[in-house]
């Protein structure tokens, strides 16, 4: 018997031509051939064909070798037979396919197979590949960057360094991976952050209310107590950095917080403010055995309450209008201050011409021949005295009118200039004012609010 048989499995006769037209009786008895004659005679006669309408009957047993089906009916019941004796139960009596070995019906061999039916063998290496699938899972790889921290029955067990390990599966050992080399930023109030908190409010020293959104650059350095001291580590971060935080913008002025802010494009220069905010920071995080390493804190943004807003630009125009009244004020001193040395000049001119024409006139009365009595001499005098006056007029001027012609311009421009809102001009002796001469690079300072 061989599997390449043709008719292997085959249940119709070999000399019928088509395959599909199977005996449909399965219980027919074996038809043995007469002796002698009538066993040729029998064999001589052709078959009786049955009327039409009626199936057509098997004349005697197949021909040829065994049916698949009934070789796998056959093992599945020496299965059952020695699962039997294994659970010390009767064995089970075998089918009617088995004892009369005919061709297996189509109702036969669609009967679905319980677990019954499987072997030892069969449930042993199902078994088998089960367990090894089970400790296939337990390998897994530690990155050059990572650690490994393993636990025993939801214990911490051990550390792993980087490289392939193995573990007992789940439930009995389980493996978390901690990346204890890379840089991890916590962003707190930063509109473009994943977490999209809100900006949290702080008092600065000048009593103005600022949102500040911030990041925290941290890094894990004891993977152990990141993961066992602390249910939610970058929650604590963040508290303890805010605290930190509010601690300091509570003794800054909202001038210097604007300038820690930290622009898109542009490094953030560690600051003494910030670097105090950090050391803070990094010794509640050492007191709480947390493993977390501070690296820096960045301010991200600055948002300021609507009033404070407005009381901020009402006091930057009010500060832009005074510096700008100190810088009319240096400016028409300065031109005071030039006028009044032309005007010396001139005024020290015409004094040395007046005193030498006086000096002539004296010497012309006193070398005249005959010389003039006194009266007509003093006359002569005042005459000369007169007509100097015309010439050098500035000798003769009062102090008072020398400061007016230094002061003519500026009093022009101080009438011509408008009185804007509250900001009072400086008086001219106050232009030397050291508050707002502290404070004049600000004028046409961009982001003023002016």
């Known amino acids: 018997m061989s599997i390449n048989d043709p008719q292997w499995g085959n249940s119709h006769r070999p000399e019928q031509k088509d395959p599909e037209q199977a005996p449909d009786n399965t219980g027919a008895e074996p038809v043995q051939p007469d002796a002698g004659g009538q066993g040729a005679e029998s064999q001589s006669k052709p078959p009786v064909e049955p009327p039409v309408g009626e199936p057509k009957k098997p004349a005697g047993p197949p021909e040829g070798p065994p049916d698949l089906e009934v070789l ?6 020496s299965a059952r037979c020695k ?15 088995i004892k009369a070995a005919p061709v297996v019906t189509q109702e036969v061999a669609d009967e679905p197979l319980n677990w019954q039916a499987l072997s030892v063998k069969s449930w042993l290496m199902g078994v088998a590949l089960l367990l090894g699938a089970w400790l296939m899972s337990g390998f897994y790889l530690v990155d050059a960057n990572q650690r490994g921290v393993l636990s025993r029955f939801g214990v911490i067990a051990s550390t792993e360094d980087p490289g392939w390990h193995w573990r007992w599966p789940y439930p009995l050992e389980s493996v978390r ?8 930023t916590l962003e707190v109030g930063v509109p473009a952050s994943a977490n999209r908190q809100a900006p949290v409010l702080m008092l600065t020293a000048d009593q103005n209310l600022a949102g500040l959104g911030y990041a925290v650059v941290y890094q894990v350095v004891d993977p152990v107590a990141y993961l066992s001291r602390i249910e939610t580590p970058s929650d604590l971060l963040g508290l303890v950095a805010e605290t930190a935080l509010r601690q300091e913008v509570a003794q800054q002025p909202l001038s210097i917080l604007q300038g820690l802010l930290n622009k898109p494009g542009t490094e953030n220069a560690s600051s003494p403010v910030l670097e105090d905010v950090r050391q803070q920071a990094q010794q509640k995080l050492d007191t709480l055995k947390a493993g977390i390493q501070i690296k820096s804190i960045q301010i991200k943004d600055i948002a300021l309450p609507g009033p404070v807003v407005q009381a901020i630009k009402q006091a930057d125009q009010e500060a832009q209008a005074q510096i700008k009244a100190l810088r009319e004020a240096q400016s028409a001193a300065g031109e005071s201050v030039i006028k009044a040395r032309k005007l010396a000049n001139q005024l020290q001119a015409e004094t040395a011409g007046y005193t030498q024409e006086l000096d002539v006139a004296v010497m012309r009365i006193n070398t005249a021949n005959p010389k003039p009595e006194s009266d007509a001499a003093l006359n002569q005098l005042a005459e000369a005295n007169v007509r100097l006056r015309q010439q050098y007029p500035l000798v003769f001027d009062s102090y008072a009118d020398l400061v007016a012609k230094t002061q003519a311009g500026s009093q022009k421009k101080s009438k011509a200039a408008p009185s804007g809102g509250d900001a009072s001009a400086p008086k001219t002796t106050d232009w030397r004012d050291r508050e707002l001469m502290r404070n004049r690079d600000r004028v046409d300072r961009p982001g003023s609010g002016s």
């Open 72 to 77: 796998w009916q056959q093992l599945v019941h």
């Open 83 to 97: 699962l039997a004796a294994l659970l010390r139960r009767e064995p089970p009596p075998p089918p009617a396919t």
């Open 177 to 184: 991976l901690v990346n204890v080399t890379s840089d991890r």
